[in-house]
């Protein structure tokens, strides 16, 4: 079945450092990747997307990548800072049947003051 | 103004008890989802309902059902309650149409707690 893997399952960086965030799907039929942080005790919010036709979106100190051939999308957060502390979930939507979105099993990223 | 609100946003209850918890979108969207988080913050599609009709049926106990009484609206009732069904439930909603279709707008959690 679909299935999307999520790596790493927590991050530690310092802050002003950069933090990568990496998903890989098996549904070749995906064809939009969204990224959600979820702060503690809070609904999972949307901060970037990318559609199967870009390799790249950037919004700011944001950029997700992603690679068709190899299955593969990124997040990337460069400058980081205490309030990107969060929970990050990758996700993959199917064109295939009903539509649907599988999320990644999450990434505790933890910026350090 | 919210767009996505659920309701309880906390519910504590015994074993065995039938609970239901209620979902609105003002955003016009078609579709609507019931997602459960569990204590490992694992996110799971349970159900996905267009335009009251149910497209997305995962495999969930009997137990669970859902109800579409309008687009706007998809609630979900879960009886004879279990220990494991405690975990946040999210209710997200999407657009079908328009340049921010693909979009999902997930509602505030409602943190089911069984004892």
């Known amino acids: 079945g679909e299935n999307v893997e999520q790596h790493p399952s927590t991050l530690s960086v310092q802050e002003g450092d950069s933090a990568v965030i990496k998903c890989t799907y098996s549904?070749?039929?995906?064809?939009?990747f969204p990224w959600y942080k979820q702060e503690l005790g809070k609904r999972p919010q949307l901060i970037i997307d990318?559609?199967?036709?870009?390799g790249e979106k950037k919004d700011q100190r944001i950029a997700v990548t992603l690679n068709k051939t190899a299955k593969h999308f990124s997040l990337h957060i460069t400058e980081t800072q205490p309030e990107d502390s969060a929970v990050y979930f990758c996700?993959?939507?199917?064109?295939?049947?009903?539509?649907?979105?599988?999320f990644g099993t999450g990434t505790r990223l933890k910026v350090l003051a | 103004d919210t767009a996505v609100s659920q309701t309880p946003k906390y519910l504590v209850t015994q074993m065995g008890n039938d609970k239901s918890i209620k979902c609105e979108q003002n955003?016009?969207?078609?579709?609507m989802y019931w997602y459960k988080q569990d204590s490992k913050k694992f996110l799971k599609i349970m159900f996905s309902?267009?335009?009251?009709?149910?497209?997305i049926n995962e495999t969930v106990p009997n137990r669970f059902s859902p109800k579409s009484p309008d687009k706007a609206h998809l609630n979900l009732h879960i009886n004879s309650l279990e220990l494991g069904d405690s975990a946040v439930y999210f209710c997200?909603?999407?657009?079908?149409?328009?340049?921010?279709?693909?979009?999902?707008?997930f509602g505030p959690g409602t943190r089911l707690t069984v004892t």
């Open positions: 997200a909603s999407r657009g079908t149409s328009g340049g921010r279709s693909y979009e999902q707008y």
């Open positions: 549904d070749s039929a995906s064809n939009y």
């Open positions: 990318i559609r199967s036709n870009v």
């Open positions: 996700a993959a939507r199917s064109t295939s049947g009903t539509y649907k979105y599988i």
């Open positions: 955003l016009g969207h078609d579709t």
């Open positions: 309902y267009n335009n009251k009709e149910l497209i």
